[in-house]
T-cell receptor, first 112, second 112 residues
Framework: EAGVAQSPRYKIIEKRQSVAFWCNPISGHATLYWYQQILGQGPKLLIQFQNNGVVDDSQLPKDRFSAERLKGVDSTLKIQPAKLEDSAVYLC??????????FGPGTRLTVT | GQNIDQPTEMTATEGAIVQINCTYQTSGFNGLFWYQQHAGEAPTFLSYNVLDGLEEKGRFSSFLSRSKGYSYLLLKELQMKDSASYLCAVRDLSGGYNKLIFGAGTRLAVHP
């Protein structure tokens, strides 16, 4: 079974630029998550989708971050404009409802 | 709100046993997970507890006491490859949906 796919794996941008990340979850997983993991910290939930609807986006900085999950499958996370403090690994995960989360390899973002 | 505490760092000797503790506070507890994360990689699922008691899976065991808000991960016969961060995560249902909240992680260093 294929795992969660993410791209790109690495991205370096200057502050105030925009960036987008892509995630393809495990086939059949209805729930998709985006987590932000700053170096030395645990993952922080940014947004959670159930199919193509948003379940929780309480910790998403909505003035600069946006996410969508079209057709309940792939998802994109966008940052516009980026700040230095956005430097982190962005992890996408998927799960059947209420089950174990499986993580993708992550996108390491560096904002200079 | 939710709060998850675990030690920041631990060291242990190859072949020994180590116990990583996790305490949590949440209003809608619906299970506790342990994930392993090697440096530069995504978290991978280790264990899940929803009822009190010990769950054993090979060299790894996880214990839960819901009344005390306490869990531990026990690693036996330590190997060098067990050097990683261990993330305690609580599944919370207080918002009417399952949300997985991570602690900051415990960095375990196994030395010869």
């Amino acid at each position: 079974e294929a795992g969660v796919a993410q791209s790109p794996r690495y991205k370096i941008i200057e502050k105030r630029q925009s960036v987008a990340f892509w995630c393809n979850p495990i086939s059949g997983h209805a729930t998709l998550y985006w987590y932000q993991q700053i170096l030395g910290q645990g993952p922080k939930l940014l947004i959670q989708f159930q199919n193509n609807g948003v379940v929780d986006d309480s910790q998403l900085p909505k003035d600069r971050f946006s996410a969508e999950r079209l057709k309940g499958v792939d998802s994109t996370l966008k940052i516009q404009p980026a700040k230095l403090e956005d430097s982190a690994v962005y992890l996408c995960a998927s799960s059947p409802p209420g089950q174990v989360l499986y993580f993708g390899p992550g996108t390491r973002l560096t904002v200079t | 709100g939710q709060n998850i505490d675990q030690p920041t760092e631990m060291t242990a000797t190859e072949g020994a046993i180590v116990q990583i503790n996790c305490t949590y506070q949440t209003s809608g507890f619906n299970g506790l997970f342990w994930y392993q994360q090697h440096a530069g990689e995504a978290p991978t699922f280790l264990s899940y507890n929803v009822l009190d008691g010990l769950e054993e899976k090979g060299r790894f065991s996880s214990f839960l006491s819901r009344s005390k808000g306490y869990s531990y991960l026990l690693l036996k016969e330590l190997q060098m490859k067990d050097s990683a961060s261990y993330l305690c995560a609580v599944r919370d249902l207080s918002g009417g949906y399952n949300k997985l909240i991570f602690g900051a992680g415990t960095r375990l260093a196994v030395h010869p």
